[in-house]
């Protein structure tokens, strides 16, 4: 079955840089959740999308932007990177309301090293 | 501050013992998961167990829910070294037509000794 798909993988920037992650959800899930964990964390909720609008917003510095596209992957955006930046950042998605139980899927990851 | 706090923050078993961990939160919940993740890869889904629900099984794992409380908790039985992983909590609430957004607790990081 097809799965929550991240990229890169894995991603190396220096201080003030700039970086963009990719998430592509499941088919038909239409709902986007970002989330980022640092070394030791658990997940921090970032910020979600359903049907291409923000749904939710947590802790996402301002440094951070996130949109979801007419395909329904989503990009995360983030700029003036510091080295507190660096953690996995998650994707997961849902579906559609009707029918949802509850449980998200998560992809593998981004990690974002900040040098 | 964390909707969700496990404990134990660690533990250490042998194969074939059970393994149980508690969670904590805070506020009122549509909705609790629990979501096991090896070191460094993605969160994958174990069971959810609603409000209105005192226990579930799925498999080796059998989860309690105390509301009145505000806690729940995770068994794993004859655990295999595979289990070896850590277990978090994560309390939800569906909201219509913007899915789930969870709040995750702290983790218990569990091994399991061959």
């Known amino acids: 079955a097809a799965g929550v798909i991240q990229s890169p993988r894995h991603l190396i920037k220096e201080k003030r840089e700039t970086a963009t992650l990719k998430c592509y959800p499941i088919?038909?899930?239409?709902?986007v959740y970002w989330y980022q964990q640092g070394p030791g964390q658990d997940p921090q909720f970032l910020i979600s999308?359903?049907?291409?609008?923000?749904?939710d917003k947590g802790s996402i510095p301002d440094r951070f932007s996130a949109q979801q596209f007419s395909d329904y992957h989503s990009e995360l955006n983030m700029s003036s990177l510091e080295l507190g930046d660096s953690a996995l950042y998650f994707c997961?998605?849902?579906?559609?309301?009707?029918?949802?139980?509850?449980?998200?899927?998560f992809g593998e990851g981004s990690r974002l090293t900040v040098l | 501050s964390q909707q969700g706090e496990e404990d134990p923050q660690a533990l250490s078993i042998q194969e074939g013992e059970n393994a149980t961990m508690n969670c904590s939160y805070k506020?009122?919940?549509?909705?609790l998961q629990w979501y096991r993740q090896n070191s460094g890869r993605g969160l994958v889904h174990l069971i959810l167990?609603?409000?209105?629900?005192r226990e579930k099984h799925s498999g080796r794992l059998r989860v309690t829910l105390d509301t009145s409380k505000k806690s729940s908790s995770l068994l794993i039985t004859a655990s295999r070294a595979a289990d070896t992983a850590s277990y978090f909590c994560a309390t939800g609430e569906i909201i219509k037509a913007a899915g789930n957004k969870l709040t995750f607790g702290g983790g218990t990081r569990v091994l399991v000794k061959p």
């Open positions: 506020t009122s919940i549509n909705n």
């Open positions: 088919p038909r899930h239409d709902t």
């Open positions: 167990i609603r409000s209105n629900e």
């Open positions: 999308f359903y049907e291409k609008m923000q749904s």
């Open positions: 997961a998605s849902s579906p559609g309301y009707s029918g949802y139980t509850g449980e998200l899927f």
